[in-house]
Nanobody, 126 residues
Framework: EVRLVESGGGLAQAGGSLTLSCAAS????????IGWFRQGPGKAREGVSC????????YYASSVKGRFTISVDNAKNTVFLQMNSLKPEDTATYYC???????????????????WGQGTQVTVSS
């Protein structure tokens, strides 16, 4: 059973930083792309970032490129999303997802994100 547990959300001021963690279990880590999508109040889901560890494929939405960094700790089957220079528009619930796609290139165009966790709230104050 795919299990994804997010942590690390919270309240930050604009310009601040947060690091989200996603502990993954129940599947072969290298056979899935692990990503983050978010959903803000009244907004559609937005694919934020993705990594396919065994191919090196990554994706960043244009709205976060240069500010967010996705990384993997293979030993712990954990994916991180380092979020710097946070903006109020980054406020959303962030979900970690696992989806059996070979490349992350089209992650931002997805409307279905496979399996995901319970989400972690990120609130950025101005």
């Amino acid at each position: 059973e795919v299990r994804l547990v997010e942590s690390g959300g919270g309240l930050a001021q604009a310009g601040g930083s947060l690091t989200l963690s996603c502990a993954a279990s129940g599947f072969t880590f290298d056979e899935y792309a692990i990503g983050w999508f978010r959903q803000g109040p009244g907004k559609a889901r937005e694919g934020v970032s993705c990594i396919r560890n065994n191919t090196g494929s990554t994706y960043y939405a244009s709205s976060v490129k240069g500010r967010f960094t996705i990384s993997v700790d293979n030993a712990k089957n954990t994916v991180f999303l380092q979020m710097n220079s946070l903006k109020p528009e980054d406020t959303a619930t962030y979900y970690c997802s696992a989806i059996a796609i070979w490349t992350c290139d089209n992650y931002g165009a997805l409307t279905e994100f496979g399996a995901w966790g319970q989400g972690t709230q990120v609130t950025v104050s101005s």
